[in-house]
């Protein structure tokens, strides 16, 4: 049986990257949110490229389960899920099968991003409250608590934080190969990467550490506060900070 490997994250993180870190090993295959579609189609929700994604994509999470759980050709099988995409009713008792890194960015980094693309979001759009519950819910399914990391800490030393995520968080080897990967879209890239994946379709490898903080606008405030104690609650769990 193929290792189930799942990162959790918020939308406009370093995810994919992680995800063209992982897919760049040829032992590795990817699977790029696979509950988006379903989750678009429970929400009724408008998101830039829904109307593709609810054509290409399996919108029934039992057959998404079933899949998630079938061998595939490969050692490993990566998948990068969005915890918010795991509203109530979403199956998780899959996730006792798998292992699990949550992966955090600083909300007034998310928030400048994520504006760019999809103007009008909420606070639950972003999904920092729904990594804080997942953490606790991966924890009693699994029996043991997921690892966290934010990005930052990861584009500070890539080397270091992925070694200590593949060997303490997934229990697999590193490979100094896994720090670069050709540019160019990939054939697992959701039908929205064409809305949201220019910068790392560009990439090579994890990009420079990020400056200061960005200013959150008045229209943002809320929202901002509103993700903020999560990011925190999460941050101090957060590897190296444990």
Known sequence: MSKI???????????TAMMRSFGSQSDVTCWDEPFFAAYLKQ???????RDETLAACETDPDRIVDRILAPVKTRYHFQKHMAHHMIAGMPMEWTADARHVLLLRHPARVIASYAKGRPNFTADDLG???LRT??????DITGRAP????????LARPRVMLKTMCEDGFNIPFRRTMLKWPAGPRPEDGPWGAYWYDS??????????RNALPDV??????????????????RRLSVPNL
Do not use: Q
């Open 147 to 154: 690892m966290v990391m934010d990005s930052d800490d990861i």
């Open 217 to 234: 606008i008045p229209d943002h405030r809320l929202i901002y506060e509103g993700c903020l104690d999560s990011y925190e609650s999460l």
């Open 5 to 15: 490997l799942c990162l959790w994250s918020g939308p406009r993180n370093i995810s």
């Open 200 to 209: 790392v379709v560009a990439s090579t490898g994890f990009g420079a550490p």
């Open 128 to 130: 920092f409250a729904r």
């Open 43 to 49: 929400t009724g929700l408008t998101h830039p490229g």
């Open 134 to 139: 997942l953490y606790a819910e991966l924890k």
